[in-house]
DNA sequence: CCCATTATTTCGAGGGTCGAAAAAAATAGT
DNA sequence: ACTATTTTTTTCGACCCTCGAAATAATGGG
């Protein structure tokens, strides 16, 4: 609990009127105030003073008459509204997404236009960790190069990484993709582009872009579950994220399914991450000793291989594929007995397969007795996962932008008022 | 995201000052200064409405030498500090506590003595719908009708009961001790007294009390788990009650432990309670079918018995409390994969056998391998589960009468500045 | 070219917090 | 007894913020 003063009010109601803008851009000063609920003088005094700032423009008049700007009939009558925008040259924010063996990055405008993109792949498992946050670096620094805008101050950096990182998003504690624990991340990185860096977990990423994809779909609360070398959750309850209490992952895929049963990468038995992992599908499917963790990484193909081989008839395929199904929905039911149902998602490779697995999934997840029904779950899937973490990490980065922007005072003020 | 107003931030602040005065009761305004970080003028201000507004009181001076007042050594020099306290006579809040077969009832006063107390036992299974609401009135007129100090007025009511209610605490969506469902409890009471009713989950309200007694002890994240007629759980994540999404309940005690396993009294099989529940131990204990749902109830007697049968050497006894044990330790390794550690309570009848069931608890927590350790998890017990839910239901009142006072607006003002 | 209409800005009013100065209320010393 | 010193509270003016009302700006329609 902490007290509040007069100026504290300016910035909260600064932010919604940013992060209005950002979900409308363009929007004008009166749908601004509609959709806020602050007075037009208000909206005035704090549009005027993002003006100022830069992270504003005012577009150039489109016309009265303009359909978009009349939503009833009428080609309006009195002074016509002037739209503000984001101004894309206020900044640029990057995100950086460490998956097995492959390193991408994004650099998106304050707007949110792509200006630069760049793919590599690496061997994440063998690098050493000085060479990791190098090897980030190095990737951010080719993006920028390419790009004409990357004069542009740089105002934030996200690390989306399939593993977990601390609360606070300054280390990766542990990855299944790399071979060092409690990683020093930010620092490094900060340093080297002068600007904040947040790590954070992929799947987090991952159902922060659901939320900004679908909105109406996921609601307020809901899970995307990453099914992918690894099974990650990103959980959003009442509004918004919800990591865990010292780490920034929920780890849905090291919960116990079976007591003592198949080994897990983790090292302990039965979690469910060694039934629906891909490693663990595949196991399952190619009859692989159960104590014993593959070696070979399954990719993609393998895994739709697999589904394939189930489809036709493959007895262990599809026998893989149905406990992969009972361990999730095991995993569900009790998540949802914790926390009350929610939708959820199922993405990456994994998703691939969600129609071999969903019977079981909704079998095992069963019905429930007390409170909410399960019967209708709600469960969606989608492949494209890394787009979805790029995507997540990119608005994450923005309205993190977003945040640090009003929380440094007024950087210029020659000429308070000079409009004329 | 909600615009705010000049008048939030007294709000706000005027709430930091009540809860300060409420946890060091009584306290001076030069305390509050620091305690809060508000300045001395801002502290004069408000503690000066809540003065006028009669929720505080200025204590009685209580000459400058005395030593709670001097906290190092000297006898101060200069105006001593006048204490204030919450005023005793602003309002009573009450708490109901339904349990199985027996409803109890508290009253305090604004600064929380207790006024009144009363216990009846009633038959909760066989009562009809009104009929417990009925019962609830009751019992809060007669401990009202033996208090002298009754004529205050009621200005909450928490109605703490072991079940599920929704998000609202409105009503019971489901509790094993009635046979009714979605059963409304708040809008008759709330007519009757003519005060807010809130209704919520003991377990909840134990974490509450918890949080009250040992704030040091159970931190910003902890989990109360109460073991008694069912099993359920109250959890405090990052210093707020954290409920369910729909529901005020997280239960912990219908998280699956063995698929298909013995039969829980939700109707399902082989939830943590149908292991660690008091019936569920006890049907171990006593060789009964674990597909058959035992009648007969339990008390801590019959528990106690039973643990002391184990002592005793009872290998069905021992094996029913280990079984529980383990089922507790799944449920945990569960909850800690998604949430990371935190310290856990175990309260309630089924606490008298802690001992019994600590060890495979531990072990069947077992290590982690990623994040953080689990090895040394912070493990409690007490058994006072009706004390902690009373008392938990007396603060949370408090608390929400201290909210709801807040958010009326002054109710006089003639002559604003009118000190001489 | 003037009017009706809609959008924005300007201008107090009213409410908040803060620091500095003033007032209050004790104690210490002479 | 009386003054100086010390510490707590209150008062006062400066500065922020939002809001409603009035003023100003910018169009389309006659």
Known sequence: MTISRSDDVRRSNQRVILTAVRSRNPISR????????LSAATVTAITGELLENGLLVEAEQKGNGDA??????????GRPQVSLALNPEAAN???????????SVAVVDYSGNVIADMSRSVDSQTLGREEIVQCL????????????????????????????????????????????????IANGLEKKFNAPVKVTNDATMISAALRELEPKRYGQSFAAILLAHGIGMGLYLRGQTFGGIWSSATEFGHMCYIPNGALCRCGRHGCIEAYAGDYGIWRAATGGDPKVMPTRNIDISVLSDLAERAKQGDKRASKAFEDAGAALGHGLRNLFALLDPFPVAFVGSGAIAFDLMEPMIRRSLGLRNIGLSHSDAELYSRI??????QMGALVTALADCDKTVQSCREPVNFEQANAG
Chains 1, 2 share one sequence.
């Open 30 to 37: 009166t749908e601004l105030r509609t959709v806020t609920g």
């Open 137 to 184: 670096a190095d990737i951010l620094v080719s993006a920028l190069a390419k790009s004409t805008a990357a004069e542009r101050p740089l105002r934030q950096i996200t690390v989306a990484v399939q593993g977990v990182s601390d609360a606070e998003g300054t280390k990766i504690q542990w990855s299944p993709i790399i071979s060092h624990r409690d990683l020093e």
């Open 93 to 103: 924010v990057a995100a950086i997404i460490l998956t097995l063996n492959r390193v």
């Open 68 to 77: 978009a700007n009349a939503p009833i009939g009428v080609s309006r009558r």
């Open 384 to 389: 494209d996962d890394l787009h979805l973490t």
